[in-house]
């Protein structure tokens, strides 16, 4: 009974999935290179400083925002932001590389809705970042979901040094998603874990601040998981993950999907992509119509957005960077 269900879903993926969607999924699944790179995006000499943030005397912050070309940046004393458009019309597909830096007490923060019941308040993406004054904002592991959908299993989590759950799934190793984590320690370091690798108390004390449980683990330790050697989750999707090039060097990547734009990838190439970009440690986070960019209050996802009614799911949180207060009226 179980297998024939799994046949009739295939086929019905089969004969909705749109042309596009499987003359990508077929490219993928029989290779593993990434896609031709696009043509380069004309990206603006920003005032740096020897070090890699704002040059001494320019006015705090500097910023970018170019929907034409593609570009984005954000440059202060302690933050850089940079975040570039790519399309590659072939297959298609539609994607938003973000590169960011952070120095001193600049660190990701770890937003959540309704912090004592982070299954309650969801609340739409642009206002979450609006309401925390974040520069950058991102969509994260949809805990609050699973607070309502998945009471038995949540993963391992931890916000802003506070323990919610260390409730690992036992029979994850296909599952979506997987429980593995990433954490994120006080030296700005990130380290990728399989789901029941490590544990809440192994963590806390070892400082870590922040954990973001969906998965599966893409790198660790400079190299493709072993999941993503031996599968890869092969159906085309919206995709985004978050991984560490070195402490204070962070990449996210936001692949758009299901629109005739952009057909989404599988999950080996987010994790070929983020290698090959210098990702030490990096995971998948949630997908689909979760996925949500901002950057000074614009939804940068929304002009094309990850399904065809157009919306982007509310969320019970998100991971935010830096602070900006926008105007009363916004």
């Known amino acids: 009974m179980k297998k024939a269900l799994i046949l009739l879903v295939m086929l019905v993926l089969l004969f909705t999935m749109p042309l596009e969607a499987l003359a990508a999924k077929k490219l993928y699944e029989t290779s593993t290179e990434l896609v031709p790179a696009p043509e380069p995006v004309a990206v603006p000499e920003l005032p740096l400083g020897e070090d890699g943030f704002l040059r001494e005397g320019e006015e705090s912050p500097y910023v970018v925002q170019d929907e034409e070309t593609g570009f984005w940046a954000y440059v ?3 933050l850089r932001i940079e975040i570039t458009r790519y399309q590659e019309k072939t297959y298609p597909l539609e994607w938003f590389e973000t590169h960011i830096y952070t120095r001193n007490d600049q660190r990701f923060r770890s937003i959540l809705v309704n912090p004592d019941h982070p299954g309650r308040g969801m609340t739409k993406p642009v206002d979450i970042a609006k309401n925390n004054n974040c520069v950058l904002a991102f969509s994260d592991d949809f805990i609050g979901f699973r607070y309502v959908e998945a009471a038995e299993r ?27 984590l990433l954490a994120y320690y006080p030296d700005g370091s990130m380290k990728a874990f399989l789901n029941g690798e490590t544990n809440a108390e192994e963590l806390l004390a070892a400082g870590v601040t922040d954990t973001w449980c969906f998965g599966p683990v893409l790198v660790s330790g400079g190299e493709l998981s072993q999941i993503m050697v031996e599968d890869g989750y092969h159906l085309p999707q919206p995709r985004q993950a978050l991984g560490m090039i070195e ?8 692949v758009k999907g299901r629109v005739k734009s952009s057909a989404g990838v599988p999950m080996r190439w987010l994790a070929l992509y983020m290698k090959e970009k210098g990702v030490v440690e990096g995971l998948n986070l949630d997908g689909g119509n979760t ?28 991971i935010g960077l830096g602070e900006w207060q926008y105007d009363v009226e916004e």
């Open 76 to 78: 202060s004393p302690d």
């Open 154 to 180: 949540k993963g391992l989590i931890i916000r802003g040094g506070r323990l919610y759950e260390d409730t690992p799934y036992r029979n994850s190793s296909r599952a979506q998603p997987n429980y593995d």
């Open 247 to 254: 402490p204070g060097h962070y990449m996210l990547l936001t």
């Open 291 to 318: 996925i949500a960019l901002v950057f000074l209050g614009d939804l940068l996802t929304e002009k094309h957005a990850n399904q065809s009614s157009n919306t982007i799911r509310s969320m019970s949180g998100m």
